[in-house]
């Protein structure tokens, strides 16, 4: 309804008829609770109607959109109910609905799946102004979900799916249709097949019988369950551009046209093609197998698209959903993440994840950011400090100001970044397209030609052999095993990969690795472990190695710092005895002290040497020489002296040099990104022989790498395990997640390595290419066996042989075409990775 309309109509009724309470309730138009008007809740004139709220903050939502919570659409007869008045109101499973009368309430009641999501499931479930866009052609954008006008495929909304968007409702119906017309096209397929594998039972029903039970069971399937894939062939004709469902629109229809008029007025047809029993021959399980096999396809094809959503919600599961906001007046209370604006006071307990993006206030902690950076050592924060919502506050409060809110957070434009990115990807089926735009024009051109010869030189009667032709030609030309072609690899390829660690998600990720000459990896997790650990222990003075660790070890089992960790287990392992601590302080981002035994010591960084007053020129070198190393370096201090350094390192799996040896050798060209400086990145590529390093980068440095490279042409694939690297992962041509990462890191990449070492990587590319390999042969017995019938169907051998295609060798050819398919992809299972 218009808002002009919404307004007239309060002019009509508002005068003053709402103070009398008996004509309806009144209502909080935002959150649907009833409010008594002399309570002295807040309350708001607008368009010359009081409305009354139950809270302030209900108010400023009106406030802020008053035009959105003026009325509401009753559910079950789609009136539009005044929401400040609404006597019939209801809360299911967390939507609230508004009701014109009693009757459609109980109607509700009675069956809420059928209103609240039955009908229109998309809809309802997508925000406002959501825009549509096709997985293939993102040119398309459309308001309204419906099909593509290029390729026919279904348009996917854009942006941020909303959490309750319920499985696609494409998936659900193709599912139906999937089911029905696999249990019809079984029973036909026995019938019309059977006396060739030696089951006679046509003989047993009767051959005019047999055809009309044919008949009974094909006619579902064409007429009801492929009405999508005619929707899709109407289009592509419309539009001008050829695709896959022209072939099978047309097929399709062929071969269930033309055998009901064979079963109807065999008459018609001369006695040369009339098979056993004097009855015409018929088509009818060839136009439902078709359309069985190519729902497999589909089935298959959007299922793997399902799951890029939730890749989606992993990453928003990451931020808070409330967060503990401190008033003016001192007093704190937690409030939805929606509501918090910029400015406000947020108080941080440990252990707790940091709702938006802010600066600290007050109180010192250290935060874990791998999440964002990707970096293994939690951050040290002090007032003044920056922090991002989603990273997590280990072990002090803090009170944070909120800076940036809502979709302007870090989180929120990762989020954005990998949703738009996930969209613009075009599947393998553009490589079937640029066959079909080819294929279609000249098998429809075959098929017209054939009527035209035997029109002018074909026997008596003409018109019925003409006919014959064509549809023999449209029917063999119909490549049911294309629908098959590539779901069919992709299924075996996955199981293949999965017993080898390697998760695929979905065909391009396949398709394109098998062309990938680049490869971008992290450092942090995928080179390396990804936590520190301990690996020099250098004496200074006159302590030797194992009694300088054991003062530092006992005394760093106080700190929860994550290189005291280090050290403590680098110390466990090395078997030293701890001794007792007394006096243990730690001052955040300087180090700890205390006395360990009997000796006083003090560990940490340089500002706590220089806090200590001592000098650590003399060690300079030493110091320089173990960060080149790409280590990190603490000093110990211990009676006052300078008695030793211990550092600290991610160190590099053992496994990563030969992988990147192997993965020269596969052709691949290698890039190490990372948010470390540049001093530790360096150290680690020079070690390893990688090609060109880039240091210190953001998470959105990562994604403009990618871009970078891919402008310049090349196929990148990135590897990666944190959430800093979804929108890498996401734009680049294949993401490969490193299976220790984040959960959202696997979700927007193709590829997931469940042991994340690079030679996972290498299987993966072995595997890419076999199957892209095991697709092309595929893809050319489709085409192939349907090439070579159609100079048969269209009768090139009946001048010399008096041969016509019996539609018996038309289903055959057709039959063998799936069948060579699916054989050929089981030889992947064997594919040497």
């Not at 989606?312 to 931020?319: E, K, N, P, Q, Y």
């Not at 290189?563 to 300087?590: M, P, Q, Y």
């Not at 403009?704 to 990135?718: F, K, Q, S, T, W």
Request: charged residues 20%.
């Amino acid at each position: 309804m218009d808002s002009s309309g919404n307004h007239n109509h309060h002019h009509h009724h508002h005068g003053d008829d709402h103070r009398v309470p008996d004509l309806g309730v009144i209502r909080d138009p935002v959150c649907g609770m009833t409010v008594d008007p002399k309570a002295g809740k807040p309350s708001v004139s607008y368009n010359g109607h009081n409305y009354h709220f139950c809270c302030d903050g209900c108010r400023t939502k009106f406030e802020a959109q008053p035009e959105d919570y003026l009325t509401a659409k009753d559910p079950v007869c789609g009136m539009s109910v005044d929401r400040a008045s609404a006597r019939h109101f209801l809360r299911h499973e967390g939507q609230k609905h508004y009701f014109c009368s009693a009757g459609c309430q109980t109607k509700f009641e009675a069956d809420p799946a059928a209103y609240s999501d039955g009908r229109k499931p998309q809809a309802a479930a997508m925000p406002k102004g959501t825009q549509y866009t096709c997985p293939m052609h993102p040119e398309v954008v459309s308001d309204h979900p419906g099909d593509c006008p290029k390729c026919g495929m279904a348009l996917e909304p854009m942006g941020i799916p909303p959490e309750d968007a319920g499985p696609n409702p494409e998936l659900v119906d193709f599912n139906r249709r999937l089911w029905i017309s696999a249990a019809l096209s079984i029973p036909l397929l026995a019938i019309s097949m059977g006396p060739m594998v030696g089951l006679p039972l046509r003989d047993w029903i009767g051959e005019p019988l047999a055809t009309w039970v044919e008949l009974l069971l094909a006619t579902p399937v064409v007429l009801w369950a492929a009405l999508p894939f005619f929707r899709r062939a109407y289009a592509s004709i419309v539009n001008r551009s050829p695709n896959m469902w022209t072939l099978i629109g047309l097929g399709v229809a062929a071969a269930y046209l033309y055998s009901v008029v064979a079963t109807l007025f065999p008459g018609l047809f001369p006695h040369s093609v009339s098979g056993h029993g004097g009855m015409v021959p018929v088509y009818f399980e060839a136009a439902a197998v078709i359309v069985a096999l190519v729902f497999v396809g589909q089935v298959l094809e959007l299922k793997a698209r399902e799951r890029t959503g939730s890749a989606i919600r992993a990453l928003l599961d990451l931020a808070p959903k409330t967060a503990r906001r401190i008033a003016a007046d001192g007093t704190e209370a937690d409030v939805p993440v929606e509501d918090i604006k910029v400015g406000d006071a947020l108080r941080v307990r440990p252990g707790e994840s940091v709702a938006v993006d802010g600066s600290v206030r007050e109180g010192q902690s250290t935060v874990d950011e791998s999440m964002i950076s990707g970096e293994a050592m939690p951050v040290d924060k002090q007032p003044g400090d920056s922090v991002t919502g989603g990273t997590l506050n280990r072990n002090g409060t803090l009170v944070i100001v909120a800076e940036k809110v809502g979709a302007d957070t870090t989180l929120s434009r990762i989020v954005d970044l990998v949703a738009k990115a996930q969209r613009s990807r075009a599947p393998i089926q553009g490589a079937v397209d640029k066959v079909s735009a080819i294929f279609v024009p000249a098998v429809v051109a075959a098929a017209i030609l054939a009527f035209i010869v035997w029109w002018i030189v074909g026997p008596e009667p003409r018109l019925a052999h003409a006919l014959l032709a064509a549809v023999a030609v449209l029917i063999i030309a119909c490549p049911c095993a294309l629908g098959l072609a590539t779901p069919m690899s992709i299924m075996i390829a996955t199981g293949r990969g999965a017993q080898e660690g390697v998760l695929i998600k979905d065909a391009e990720a396949l398709e394109r690795f098998a062309r990938v000459d680049t490869l971008i990896v992290d450092k942090t997790g995928t080179l390396t472990e990804g936590k520190p650990r301990l690996t020099d222990v250098v004496p200074l003075g006159d302590l030797d190695e194992h009694r300088l660790l054991t003062l530092a070890a006992s005394l760093e089992r106080g700190s929860e710092h994550p290189l005291a960790e280090a050290i403590v287990s680098g110390a466990e392992e090395r078997e030293v005895e701890f001794l007792d601590v007394t006096g243990f302080e730690a001052t955040t981002g300087k180090g700890v002290r205390g006395k360990a035994g009997d000796t006083d010591v003090a560990l940490g960084n340089a500002a706590m040497m220089d806090d200590l007053g001592i000098d650590v020129a003399s060690v300079a070198d030493r110091l320089q020489a173990l960060r080149d190393d790409g280590k990190t370096v603490m000093f110990v201090v211990a009676g006052g002296r300078l008695a030793g350094l211990i550092a600290v390192a991610d160190r590099v799996k053992p496994t990563t040099a030969a992988a990147i040896r192997a993965l020269h050798e596969a052709g691949l060209r290698i890039i190490m990104a990372t948010g470390d400086n540049e001093r530790t990145a360096l150290a680690v590529a020079r070690t390893l022989g990688i090609d060109d390093v880039r240091a210190d980068i953001l998470p959105e440095g990562k994604k403009a790498l990618v871009d970078e490279l891919r402008a310049n042409g090349a196929v990148i694939a990135m590897a990666g395990d944190g959430v800093n690297d979804a929108p890498a992962l996401a734009a680049a041509d294949v993401g490969i997640a490193m299976g220790t990462g984040a959960d959202v890191a696997m979700e927007s990449a193709g590829i997931t390595l469940v042991k994340g070492d690079l030679n996972g990587i290498l299987r993966a590319r072995r595997l890419a290419e076999a199957t892209m390999r095991n697709i092309r042969q595929n893809l050319g017995f489709a085409f192939g066996y349907n090439a070579l019938g159609v100079p048969l169907a269209a009768g090139v051998l009946y001048p010399v042989f008096g041969l016509l295609l019996s539609p018996m060798i038309a289903a055959a050819a057709m039959s063998l075409s799936s069948v060579s398919v699916i054989t050929n992809a089981l030889r992947l299972r064997l594919a040497k990775l």
